[in-house]
């Protein structure tokens, strides 16, 4: 979903609708919910639990909050945030609180039935990125708020049920700040990880540069595919896979499930890093 967002908006595509619907629709593909995935939810649903509901005949009694009704008035509410935030208020809010805002209101309309909170977190980035707070989209925001998850929650509903912008303004933006601290930290060390692999391949008898080409994709994706390797350093099937297999003889990579058909690769060390960083 992250690559097909930034590269719309490398290709000059505006936040939208439209666009919204169609990076939901590719966050839910291959799950069960993916026929009910795409578009704005035409239907009602409900949020959380009340710690003090009973058991009662409808789960809106029990909700701890209630989005707007599907249909054209969530639609409408959708587009007026979308519209809102192309446009420039770096004059009158601060970039951070505006993305703030903008979050707020688009997990408040809850516009889909499904993969609301990682659709949602994306747009932060998006929004800093848009305003240029980032130069590049390398934030990740999403583990720092999913291992507060209750306090999120609380601080959102605070701004619903009592105008608490403060307290939320302010979780807010620490987790940003910390994310940024976390993000950084994550990037340096794969950088000199990155560093020692390609070490390795020239310390041994194997000279392709699509050996050093594999470890920059390796240090990118978690992990990958022959084909992604033939795809991106743009060498045939076999060749990547020859020099697949070559990295794994040389401790560089390993491969996920190795009675697998199709091999997926991953590189050890940038998962060790990955790890430590969530």
């Not at 993916?34 to 009973?54: H, K, L, M, N, P």
């Not at 959708?78 to 609180?97: A, E, F, K, T, Y």
């Not at 977190?121 to 707070?133: A, D, E, N, P, Y």
Request: a neutral charge; charged letters at 25%.
């Amino acid at each position: 979903m992250a690559n097909a967002g930034f590269a719309r908006i490398a290709d000059g595509w505006p936040v939208s609708v439209t666009m919204l619907s169609e990076l939901q629709g590719i966050l839910m593909t291959g799950t069960p919910l993916e026929s009910q995935s795409g578009r704005i939810r035409d239907g009602q649903v409900v949020i959380g639990r009340r710690e003090d509901a009973t058991s009662v005949r409808f789960p809106v009694e029990a909700a701890r909050f209630v989005p707007a009704p599907g249909g054209h008035q969530l639609e409408g509410g959708v587009r007026d945030l979308v519209d809102w935030m192309r446009i420039d208020h770096r004059g009158q809010i601060d970039p951070v609180v505006a993305a703030g805002m903008s979050h707020y209101q688009f997990e408040t309309l809850h516009p889909f039935r499904h993969g609301n909170g990682r659709v949602g977190r994306f747009l932060i980035v998006l929004r800093l990125q848009s305003t240029g707070v980032l130069v590049e989209p390398t934030l990740t925001v999403s583990p720092w708020f999913e291992a507060r998850r209750g306090q999120y929650d609380d601080r959102l509903l605070g701004v619903s049920a009592r105008d608490d912008w403060d307290s939320y303004l302010r979780f807010f933006a620490e987790g940003l700040r910390q994310a940024a601290d976390t993000t950084r930290h994550e990037m340096v060390a794969l950088v000199a990880v990155q560093t020692e692999l390609k070490d390795v391949i020239r310390a041994s008898p194997l000279r392709a540069d699509s050996a050093h080409a594999l470890v920059d994709l390796a240090v990118a994706n978690p992990t990958f595919t022959v084909r992604k390797v033939e795809a991106e350093l743009g060498i045939s099937y076999g060749r990547a896979n020859k020099v697949g297999g070559q990295l794994v003889e040389l401790g560089i990579l390993d491969v996920v499930d190795p009675d697998a058909y199709k091999r997926r690769f991953f590189a050890p060390r940038v998962l060790q890093v990955l790890s430590r960083s969530t």
